[in-house]
């Protein structure tokens, strides 16, 4: 593949990937498959032409070179789900590279992605996500680090974060306040409540970890002291749903969307669940909710004006 890239080929795409760290709310683990799905692209350009791919030829990508790239990728057996990510990523870094080099990318921008149904979410049940928090706790053998494990899925299960927010979090964030600033995805900044529940399992991380924490440093930490790896709450999640018999969508981002189908359940607003979430759309909020019609057209007729008249019938 190297030989099928330019030099300056290269350096472009780490100038951009670098201008994506820099606007930051982006996550480390997105920009390595950012890197991973141009450089692929990039590959097949220059196979595609015969030669190392350069900028001019980049500049210069037709619309039949798009659809030639998406056929092999479908010949290769990439799903219409993992096409349809790495066509996000493209554009956007055609987006950026037009912009800074002053040509048109309409061939690239308006390549249509490839069609596939959203699976919908799927939260664990109440029982099962506090049963995923006492498991972990039980699984490790060092008391500071299945203290680390709960106070992480407390936060994602308490209040909402996604791994990449948790993991996130400063030494100056700690002790938690009753609010935290959260910038998410984009950019965006909300403000989220924290849970007496999660200042208490952070706080008990926090006693037991046996290292110093500087207030820009990582306040989760690995076990020989760097920074947490959202790769190991995965694994830890992994081996406590198969104690539990829990299927393999009991995730970290399982426990998010477990806190958001729960708190709509017990009579939550969906547009204030929005903005806990960072969502920018309302329909992706729905999406993240598995509550049944019934149950939705009960929380729309409380708080419908005639919502009596609604119950009624």
Request: hydrophobic share 45%; glycine share 8%.
């Given at each position: 593949?190297?030989?099928?890239?330019?030099?300056?080929?290269?350096?472009?795409l780490?100038?951009w990937?670098?201008h994506?760290?820099?606007?930051?709310?982006?996550?480390?683990?997105?920009?390595?498959?950012?890197?991973?799905?141009?450089?692929?692209?990039?590959?097949?350009?220059?196979n595609?032409?015969?030669?190392a791919i350069?900028?001019?030829?980049?500049?210069?990508?037709?619309t039949?070179?798009?659809?030639?790239?998406?056929?092999?990728?479908?010949?290769?057996?990439?799903?219409?789900?993992?096409?349809?990510?790495?066509?996000?990523?493209?554009?956007?870094?055609?987006r950026?590279?037009?912009?800074?080099?002053?040509?048109?990318?309409?061939?690239?921008?308006?390549?249509?992605?490839?069609?596939?149904?959203?699976?919908?979410?799927?939260p664990?049940?109440k029982d099962?996500?506090?049963?995923?928090?006492?498991?972990?706790?039980?699984?490790?053998?060092?008391d500071?680090?299945?203290?680390?494990?709960?106070?992480?899925?407390?936060?994602?299960?308490?209040?909402g974060?996604?791994?990449?927010e948790?993991?996130?979090?400063?030494?100056?964030?700690?002790?938690?306040?009753?609010?935290?600033?959260?910038?998410?995805k984009?950019?965006?900044?909300?403000?989220?409540?924290?849970?007496?529940?999660?200042?208490?399992?952070?706080a008990?991380?926090?006693?037991?970890?046996?290292?110093?924490?500087a207030?820009?440093?990582?306040?989760?930490?690995?076990?020989?002291?760097g920074?947490?790896?959202?790769?190991?709450?995965?694994?830890?999640?992994?081996?406590?749903?198969?104690?539990?018999?829990?299927?393999?969508?009991?995730?970290?981002?399982?426990?998010?969307?477990?806190?958001?189908?729960?708190?709509?359940?017990?009579?939550?607003?969906?547009?204030?669940?929005?903005e806990?979430?960072g969502?920018?759309?309302?329909?992706?909020?729905?999406?993240?909710?598995?509550?049944?019609?019934?149950?939705?057209?009960?929380i729309?007729?409380?708080?419908?004006?005639?919502?009596?008249?609604?119950?009624?019938?």
């Open positions: 593949m190297a030989g099928l890239i330019s030099p300056a080929a290269r350096d472009i780490e100038s990937l670098k994506l760290s820099a606007l930051g709310g982006v996550a480390e683990n997105t920009i390595e498959a950012y890197r991973h799905d141009l450089a692929g692209f990039f590959a097949f350009m220059g595609h032409h015969g030669g350069g900028l001019e030829p980049l500049k210069s990508v037709t039949s070179d798009m659809r030639s790239w998406m056929a092999h990728e479908r010949d290769r057996g990439v799903a219409a789900r993992s096409l349809a990510r790495q066509l996000s990523a493209v554009k956007s870094f055609f950026w590279f037009a912009e800074r080099d002053g040509f048109e990318p309409t061939a690239v921008l308006a390549t249509r992605s490839p069609k596939f149904q959203k699976k919908l979410p799927r664990l049940a099962a996500a506090k049963a995923m928090i006492n498991t972990v706790e039980t699984q490790r053998p060092k500071w680090i299945a203290a680390r494990d709960v106070a992480v899925l407390t936060l994602l299960y308490g209040c974060l996604r791994i990449s948790a993991l996130g979090l400063k030494g100056k964030d700690a002790p938690l306040p009753d609010v935290l600033r959260i910038t998410g984009g950019g965006k900044d909300r403000i989220v409540p924290v849970l007496d529940a999660a200042k208490t399992a952070v008990r991380y926090l006693k037991a970890l046996p290292y110093e924490i207030p820009d440093e990582a306040l989760f930490r690995g076990a020989r002291g920074a947490l790896s959202a790769r190991i709450i995965a694994k830890s999640m992994e081996n406590a749903r198969m104690q539990l018999g829990l299927p393999a969508t009991a995730t970290p981002h399982a426990m998010r969307h477990s806190f958001a189908t729960h708190l709509l359940e017990a009579g939550g607003d969906l547009r204030a669940i929005q806990l979430l969502h920018a759309s309302l329909s992706t909020t729905q999406a993240y909710t598995a509550v049944d019609t019934a149950r939705l057209m009960e729309y007729a409380k708080a419908h004006p005639r919502g009596q008249d609604l119950r009624s019938r």
